[in-house]
């Protein structure tokens, strides 16, 4: 049981604020769903455009975010509830149920709060048991991916998650070290990974663990997976009119998202020598704006982590 840290002053900061509410845009009345609550720091500034009037449903499969959300609750006069869950299931389940929104956002990735807290374990750069997942609960945690996978499977996991050019000789070596001795923590592998990359390529380019960290993250947490489910779910449960937002950290997030709205908005799935379609499909979306929205270089200085943040949105049509 992790314990339960109280909100403080420098807790996660809202990457692209103005941005998210200037283009998702809520108005007195409506429904916003923020999935991905963090440290409601989004929440906040969309349920102040609600003027008192409309809620706010919060997800996150993160249960100590509960101490921001009573936080939120207290400070915001919004009607407002908290859902803890995976976001695509909750998403589903709830367009299941026939709720509605106006505004969905996915804020995607970790928060500073779950990065900070060494116990998370999904830092490099304290030593701490190799966990990593963002719902305590679930039962598949670094631990298990780092000491049941194939070598193979971990190469794999390195190079397409991580983008890791020495993915070989870093699988090898763990396979090696936990021959003898399983891995435990996380300095542990931040020793692996380092003595396994040639010295040259030790500097620059970041920590030397930190494309493995990212991909063993992704790759505990389905992060691409939660992605890939979610986007149709919210589109789903969006009213006419209604906007989707997505602020994805990585190309490989922002693929998925860049797909699935281009795919929206063309409508037809008939494969590209039909000559004419045969599939019946409409647009369900429109891009907007039609490219991604990136941090100025402002919000940078002040918030090194908005670096890689992209904004793409997108508009039911009716
Ligand atoms: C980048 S933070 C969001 C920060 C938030 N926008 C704010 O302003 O404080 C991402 C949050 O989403 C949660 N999260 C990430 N993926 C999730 C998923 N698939 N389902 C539910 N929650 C998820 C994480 O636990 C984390 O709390």
Redo the contacts with the bound molecule.
């Keep these: 049981m992790l314990p339960s840290v109280l909100p403080t002053e420098s ?2 900061v ?1 990457v692209l604020a103005d941005e998210v509410v200037a283009v998702l845009d809520p108005r007195p009345g409506e429904t916003v769903v ?10 906040k500034l969309l349920a102040g455009r609600l003027r008192g009037s409309g809620k706010l449903i919060a ?4 249960p100590t ?1 509960a101490p921001y959300f009573e936080r939120f609750r207290r400070t915001t006069g919004v009607k407002a509830r908290l859902l803890h ?4 299931s ?1 998403l589903e389940q709830l367009a299941g149920n026939g709720s509605q929104a106006d505004v969905i ?1 996915l ?5 500073s709060m ?1 990065l900070d807290r060494p116990e998370r374990g999904f830092s490099y750069a304290a030593d701490a048991p190799l966990d990593m997942r ?1 719902d305590p609960s679930a039962t598949y945690s670094a631990r298990e991916l780092v000491n049941d996978s194939s070598e193979r499977d971990l190469a794999d996991i390195f190079k397409r998650y991580g983008e890791e050019r020495f993915s070989r000789q870093i699988a090898r070596a763990i396979a090696r070290r936990r021959s003898k001795t399983p891995f435990e923590r996380t300095g542990d592998l931040v020793e692996v990974i380092k003595a396994a990359i040639p010295a040259p390529a030790r500097f620059g380019d970041g920590h030397p663990a930190k494309r493995v960290f990212q991909a063993l993250r992704i790759e505990v ?1 389905d ?1 691409l997976g ?1 992605l890939e489910r ?1 986007l149709p779910a919210a589109l789903e449960m969006l009213r006419p009119g209604g906007r989707l937002g997505v602020i994805s950290f990585h190309s490989l997030e922002d693929r998925i998202v860049k797909r699935f709205l281009r795919t929206a908005e063309h409508g037809c799935t008939c494969p590209p020598d039909f000559p004419v379609c045969a599939c019946g499909s409409q647009p369900t979306m429109r891009a907007t704006p039609r490219r991604a929205i990136r941090p100025s270089a402002a919000e940078i200085a002040r918030n090194p982590r908005a670096q890689s943040a992209r904004l793409r949105v997108g508009t039911k049509v009716d």
Excluded: C, K, W, Y
């Design positions: 807790d996660h809202p923020d999935a991905t609550f963090g440290a409601g720091g989004h929440a997800i996150d499969r993160d975010v869950g995976e976001f695509s909750t956002l804020d995607l990735g970790v928060s779950q963002m947490n992060e939660a979610a």
